[in-house]
């Protein structure tokens, strides 16, 4: 049986009509047709569902929907400015070759931008811990962490 | 996942009265464990009992040692500078467990209720003899943590039974403790090995040399330098993980170093000790031998850093120094 939740969605106040067994992930790909945020896994393990919850970096494919109800969540759809113009940590992502196939970037910038938000000034170990949880098979990650501290060095000016 | 209920009390008296009224029914906390077995078909209750809007079970209180919610997240624990200077051992534990999203959730409560032989938080809840406070339908009951666990996945609660939060005794200037999981990688990974400690020590020669003594870079001039300035464990705790079907205190371990000065040879029979306590056993993980092998090495490096702990309060945020 459905039953309706209300959330704010990248600064927008939706509604949905969801399913109990559903996870944010599902909500967010299936209802909203935001298919930044990946399944990889589905268990919490390689971070490609990374979304923004209250503030905080998670994996959407683990958190049960109906806990979405009066959360702030953002998307990595959410990120960008709305005329278009790209997050810095996008930009630096797009410059530095922070990005190959792709599949891991909306997850790897959602735990970076929750690292940012909180911690403008991280160390490089920080930024590591931070996006520990997000498996990215393609670039051995150093341009990743090279593209965070880019962003940070940027969004300090 | 099969078809389920999902209920989310406001206040521990809903919880608790949802869980008397449907029985069976699953508490789910940050989820990371619930979920996944949920998804893996491993359970499939009709009702789920959402603790993550329970206020009540997310406090963090120093008056009187440390008080812990269930609902406390990794992430808490981990930040908290508290917890990282006076009960270091569990603050270790805390920053270690899977990925940040995971921290950001999952919940103090949920890794014990989960009880995996490899749980990060277990051993450093051992090891600083911790009491669980459990409501059940008589009321309130206080279990000491080493009762608690069972088993692997096992706990000492009955069905309907809600853990409220976790009880640490209050801790002395002169007391430490560290926390050391090995494993093959740093993040998302379950330990071979886990082992913590908590000492207490009295020194009978100069702390300013003990300092020094830290800086050795090996270990046996660390050990021979701190046993010139006398120093003696006067009380210890120490706790091993993934080395039984539970998370269990070295106990004969413990007596062994009770009131003794440290020295390499006390260290060595202690080892000797610790390992004849384990029942560790083959995984794809490790070998069952290279577990008591390190059974050896880690509890001596776990004593030494919660030493370190007492003597060089300020460097708490060194975590990743080698012992």
Known sequence: ?157 | MGAFTYHKPATVGEAADLAAELHGARFVAGGTDVVVLLKQRKIDPANLISLRNVAELTYIDSADGLSLGSGVTHTRIANHDYIRARYSALADGARVVGSKQIRNVATLGGNICNAAPSADTACPLLALDAAVRILGREGEREVPIDDFFLGPNKVALADGELVLGIKLPATSEKSGSAYIKHSRRQAMELPMVGVAAWVSVSIGGSEERCRGALECEHTPDVIQLLQNEEVVLEDVRIAMGVVAPRPIRAREAEAKLKGQVVSGALFESMGDVAVSECQARDSFRCDAGYRLEMVRVLTKRAILKAIDRIMRPGREADIDLLW
């Open chain 1, 1 to 157: 049986m459905k039953q309706e939740i209300q959330f704010v969605l990248n600064g927008e106040q939706v509604f949905a009509d969801v399913d109990p067994q559903w996870t944010l992930l599902y909500l967010l790909r299936n209802v909203f047709g935001y298919t930044g945020a990946k399944k990889g896994c589905g268990v919490g393990e390689c971070g490609a569902c990374t979304v923004i919850v209250d503030g905080e970096a998670t994996n959407s494919c683990l958190y049960p929907v109906l806990e979405v109800e009066g959360r702030h969540v953002t998307t990595i759809e959410g990120v960008a400015a709305p005329d278009g113009t790209l997050h810095p940590i996008q930009q630096a992502f797009i410059e530095n070759n922070g990005v190959q196939c792709g599949y891991c970037t909306a997850g790897m910038i959602m735990s970076a931008k929750a690292l940012l938000d909180q911690k403008p000034d991280p160390t490089e170990e920080e930024i590591r811990t931070a996006i520990a949880g997000n498996i990215c098979r393609c670039t051995g990650y150093v341009q990743i962490v090279e593209s965070i501290q880019m962003a940070a060095a940027r969004m300090k000016q």
